[in-house]
């Protein structure tokens, strides 16, 4: 049967109008007549039979002789060598063009960026939000060996909806996260941000209903992200921390206790200390295996209390980080955010995730050391928010390494900036790896290319 099926299979290559067929046939007959030169320019013997009566054909047609043979030979090689390459070129064509319309003409370009990336180093990134999404975007041009644990705390807007209303996970920061792994990231972009403006599906975006269709079609939410990244053929995978439902807790200075994960974002005092509900939560296991792989770990970009620890408090997805040999370096945010980091320094924010994980956890710091411009200064100061300020001797009292650059993108927006950022840790992963391990993790294209694209 199966010997049935593929003989079918291949007599469907000889359906008309597949415009295959005809650069085949012409590639084959290059191959022809590149052996036919040689045979041609061959003075042996023991060519056989027809391959001497093939060569008289040629000579009476050419009217050439023996002694003119090898130009003769030299002149049918070539234009095989014409014909295979030109047969060749319009049958990949043909079909590239079905396949991938739109990057007919940077084929290369992508086969090459894909083989290449296949060798970079494995990195996971934990957090949510825009500052995840964000990293990812810069990470990808290094590496399509890109993992992200999201955050499945988020209990508004469209994400919290769907929440409440079809017992799905929130799918609002595993929307973005995809978006920005995707090779074509402006049309899925466009596709996924659409949001609704009237009727019943007001408020809604197109990305978190497709995704809450495929969930409820799949049975699961992760396989239901799994489809889209078959899809839209994505620079790494996405997983939430945990597939459980969960409610975001914290208590607060003044003995209130504050639920959801929104709550807990606007609600003004200062935070002691964050839970999950139900505390016992497991992990997906996809997530811990790309942990035990890890060249890198990543916390943030993002919110401190509602983005990065809600994934830390899953339980063993913490232990798995300290267990793994692989560097954790922490991003921290560049601006305070208003009613859950006032007033907070670089110090403050490993303070905070030292009392949730323990000491020990975090390798690496890396914050901004960028002049943010005076009239962003005045705008945020309006909301309650100021630049997050580092001091070197202040983290390194904590048992940990402090780096500092200039990651913000130019705007009116205070945001890391996603190529800068990535660079970064690109560096510092170079730095924080033993040097026999170094070689192997950044090869020169990324050291000599990448690493020197910007001063």
């Known amino acids: 049967m199966s010997r049935r099926r593929g003989s079918r299979s291949f007599l469907k290559w000889l359906y008309p109008n597949l415009k295959v067929k005809r650069w085949f046939l012409l590639a084959a007959l290059g191959i022809f007549l590149f052996a036919t030169g040689f045979a041609v320019m061959n003075d042996g013997i023991a060519l056989g039979y027809l391959e001497l009566q093939f060569r008289e054909a040629v000579y009476r047609v050419t009217g050439s002789t023996q002694r003119v043979a090898v130009p003769v030979g030299t002149l049918i090689s070539a234009l095989g060598v014409i014909l295979i390459v030109v047969g060749f070129k319009r049958l990949l064509n043909s079909i590239i063009s079905v396949l991938i319309p739109t990057d007919e003409g940077k084929i290369v370009d992508v086969i090459y960026t894909r083989q290449h990336l296949s060798r970079g180093p494995k990195i996971v990134v934990i957090g949510g939000g825009t500052g995840l999404s964000a990293l990812l975007r810069g990470l990808k041009e290094y590496t399509n060996h890109l993992t992200a644990i999201v955050t499945v705390a988020d209990d508004g807007g469209s994400s919290g909806r769907l929440r409440h209303e079809m017992g799905i996970l929130p799918p609002g920061d595993v929307r973005n996260c995809l978006v920005a792994l995707a090779d074509t990231e402006n049309i899925m972009e466009k596709l996924f941000s659409y949001r609704f403006e009237t009727g019943t599906l007001k408020g809604h975006s197109l990305g978190n209903l497709l995704l809450a269709g495929l969930a409820d079609t799949a049975g699961d939410f992760q396989k239901g992200i799994e489809q889209v990244g078959q899809v839209f053929a994505l620079r790494g995978k996405v997983y939430p921390s945990t597939l459980e439902q969960i409610v975001l807790v914290a208590d607060l200075a003044d003995g209130r206790r504050i639920k959801g994960e ?132 202040a983290v390194e009292r904590l048992g940990i390494k402090y780096f500092e650059a200039e990651l913000i993108q130019q705007g009116e927006v205070v945001r890391h900036d996603s190529k800068r950022l990535a660079r970064e840790l690109m560096r510092l992963l170079f730095r924080l790896k033993p040097m026999g391990e170094r070689i192997a993790l950044v090869d020169a294209y990324l050291l000599s290319h990448k690493l020197r694209q910007e001063p």
């Open 262 to 393: 929104t709550a807990v974002r606007t609600t003004e005092g200062q935070i002691r200390r964050v839970y999950l509900e139900p505390p016992d939560c497991h992990p997906v296991p996809q997530a811990l295996q790309a942990l035990e792989e890890a060249d890198l770990v990543v916390l943030g970009p993002g919110s401190l209390y509602t983005s990065v620890l809600p994934n830390l408090l899953v339980e063993g997805l913490r232990e798995k980080i300290r267990a793994v040999s692989a560097p954790c370096v922490y991003v921290c945010n560049v601006m305070t955010e208003p009613g859950e980091t006032d007033g907070y320094q670089v110090s403050d924010h490993l303070q905070a995730l030292i009392k949730h994980c323990g000491p020990g956890f975090v390798d690496a710091v890396l914050a901004n050391k960028a002049d943010i411009p005076e009239e962003a200064l005045i705008r945020y100061a309006e909301e309650g928010a100021v630049p997050v300020h580092g001091e070197a001797r």
